[in-house]
């Protein structure tokens, strides 16, 4: 029994308090004694949950570079699967031209060379089974690389095209833009290419694009293997997948026209191009280098080569050095006294009217381009005839003088200044007269060059 003047216990004013407090209500008392109103700060932290909760700072950052890595893969996946998605109009005409090597598709006649002659020899108006694997601002180290794939094949060609302008033997031009961009050429062909390069010290195609900070390995293997970063660009101004349909079509088209393409098809162009600009001529001893080994090789298999000039507009040619012009002559005649097999067909610099001309980099417009073709197929059924088959390579062998005198007499009239007058005022005329025939609408492409130089 408690006393009355007894203080109360602990126990008891706890429970007076308790009882006393009213919902809402605050304690007086500064004694909380039910653990569950005391202040979360007041608690110890509450361990991690394996099924949901916080995570743990490691396993967070895990988790986000998982999804990162996971992000960029996709990416990368799509980089690599999908260029004609994002990739600009030109590439469907290089893709075509792989495909048609890779299927060993290439008849007769191979023609390699730059830009000029991917537009200005459209193989269904020769005459005789061609594929055209010219490019853009392309020069010897891409011939090689298409000739090599091409000798390959179980029925290799039995005559080389070569077409090349002199600026193209002295400059650089697309090689990183186009050639490696485009997949012309894999990592195993660019380290032989370094390899040479390095060897004869001149390295002005591998450092085309030093300004990227990339050592040359490294670019070459980040271009082979289709790095995202590479791309961004073009994924952006393709829209990331905008240029799908469009790329297809030009892709059928360049399949069907059997690599040629068309650049500008203006009714004229009194541009000064390239050549009226290069004041003298001096081959760059790599693209010199890759050009004997592209003759060498046709050398070895007995394979008939002809050196074609293509056309340029008056306004060029009355530009030109003359510096230039011997130089040129002079480098491709000491080639064609080495090489018995190759041969120099018609003027290097072959002059015709602005009218004949599509855009300010000598590529024919589409009704030149059918004129040019018309005649050079012409003259290159000729040649075939005079060295036909196995016949032409023991007369090569045997008398390689006698065979080379007797191909050259043929005449070539694909070089001579067409009549002004059957030129038509504007492709819109010469599409109803027909001049589209060979390849169709869809194979003419209005692609602007990229390179200054008129590839």
Not at 311 to 340: H, I, K, Q
């Amino acid at each position: 029994m408690t006393s009355r003047n007894s203080p109360p216990s602990l126990e008891g004013l706890g429970r007076q308090a308790n009882e006393g407090w009213g919902e809402g209500s605050i304690p007086s008392s500064p004694c909380v004694l039910d653990p569950s109103l005391q202040p979360s700060s007041a608690l110890p932290p509450k361990p991690a949950t394996e099924g949901g909760g916080s995570l743990h700072p490691q396993r967070y950052l895990l988790v986000v570079a998982a999804a990162a890595a996971l992000a960029f893969g996709a990416v990368w996946l799509f980089v690599a699967a999908a260029p004609l998605a994002f990739l600009d109009p030109e590439y469907p005409y290089w893709l075509a031209k792989q495909e048609l090597l890779q299927r060993c598709d290439i008849g007769t006649v191979l023609v390699v060379g730059d830009s000029r002659a991917a537009v200005d020899i459209i193989p269904a108006r020769l005459g005789v089974k061609t594929t055209n694997l010219a490019v853009g601002g392309g020069e010897a180290i891409e011939a090689y690389a298409a000739l090599r794939h091409a000798l390959a094949c179980p029925d290799p060609p039995r005559r080389v095209v070569i077409s090349f302008d002199a600026a193209h033997f002295v400059r650089p031009d697309l090689f990183w833009d186009r050639s490696v961009r485009f997949g012309a050429l894999d990592f195993a062909e660019l380290a032989d290419l370094r390899a040479v390069s390095e060897r004869l010290g001149d390295v002005s195609i591998l450092d085309q694009k030093h300004a990227d900070g990339l050592p040359r390995g490294i670019r070459a293997f980040l271009y082979a293997a289709r790095f995202p970063g590479l791309y961004f660009n073009s994924v952006l101004k393709g829209g990331v997948v905008l240029r799908w349909r469009d790329n297809h079509a030009a892709l059928r088209a360049g399949l069907a026209s059997r690599g040629q393409y068309y650049f500008g098809t203006a009714p004229g162009s009194s541009v000064v191009a390239i050549d009226g600009h290069v004041d003298h001529f001096a081959a760059l001893p790599v693209l010199d280098a890759y050009f004997n080994r592209l003759l060498a090789l046709l050398a070895s298999r007995h394979i008939q080569a002809d050196f074609v000039a293509m056309p340029l507009n008056d306004s060029t040619r009355r530009a030109v050095n003359p510096a230039l012009l011997e130089g040129f002559s002079a480098y491709l005649a000491g080639y064609a006294a080495r090489y018995p097999n190759f041969h120099i067909l018609g003027p290097l610099m072959p002059s015709w009217d602005d009218a004949w001309f599509g855009d300010g980099f000598a590529h024919l417009n589409p009704v030149g381009a059918v004129r040019f073709s018309e005649g050079f197929g012409t003259c290159l059924r000729a040649r075939l005839a005079a060295t036909p088959g196995e016949v032409s390579r023991d007369a090569a062998a045997a008398a390689p003088g006698e065979a080379a005198a007797a191909a050259a007499q043929v005449d070539c009239a694909a070089f001579d200044q067409p009549p002004l007058h059957d030129a038509p005022p504007s492709t819109q005329n010469a599409a109803q007269w027909g001049w589209f025939s060979a390849t169709g609408r869809d194979a003419s492409a209005n692609v602007a060059p990229i390179s200054k130089r008129g590839s």
